[in-house]
């Protein structure tokens, strides 16, 4: 989302289509940032709240990628002797680390 976000930027003087398509990714923006602020129960407000979960899910998986990159462990809270509860094999257990 970032990558389109500065490509739409560096591109946008290069015709309407690129013009138009930062006008949608600022709109969807917006919206996910607007969605805290419209009461819930509304059509609107299910519609605003689909465009923030779409933000925060890619939010997360990008925090992801960082954490995997640097070799961090990707499960939190886990403890060695927790495996046996979770049936997960050792190596899921261990700290994941880029190869």
Same mark, same amino acid.
């Given at each position: =989302?970032?990558? $389109?976000?500065?490509? %739409?930027?560096?591109?946008?003087? /290069?015709?309407?289509?690129?013009? =138009?398509? $930062?006008? *949608?990714? +600022?709109?969807? @923006? *917006?919206?996910?940032?607007?969605?805290? $602020?419209? !009461? &819930?129960?509304?059509?609107?407000s299910r519609?605003?709240?689909?465009? &923030?979960?779409?933000?925060?899910? %890619?939010?997360?998986?990008?925090? *992801?990628?960082? &954490? @995997?990159?640097?070799?961090? !462990?990707?499960?939190? +809270?886990?403890?060695? %002797?927790?495996? /046996?509860? @979770? /049936?997960?094999?050792?190596?899921?257990?261990?700290?994941?680390?880029?190869?």
């Amino acid at each position: =989302m970032v990558a $389109l976000l500065v490509t %739409n930027l560096i591109l946008v003087e /290069h015709g309407g289509f690129f013009q =138009m398509a $930062l006008v *949608a990714q +600022g709109t969807f @923006y *917006a919206a996910a940032g607007a969605a805290s $602020l419209v !009461p &819930k129960g509304s059509l609107l407000s299910r519609i605003l709240e689909a465009a &923030k979960t779409f933000v925060v899910v %890619n939010v997360a998986i990008a925090l *992801a990628w960082v &954490k @995997y990159l640097q070799g961090r !462990p990707i499960l939190r +809270g886990l403890r060695q %002797n927790d495996k /046996h509860r @979770y /049936h997960a094999p050792d190596d899921v257990i261990q700290t994941f680390s880029p190869v």
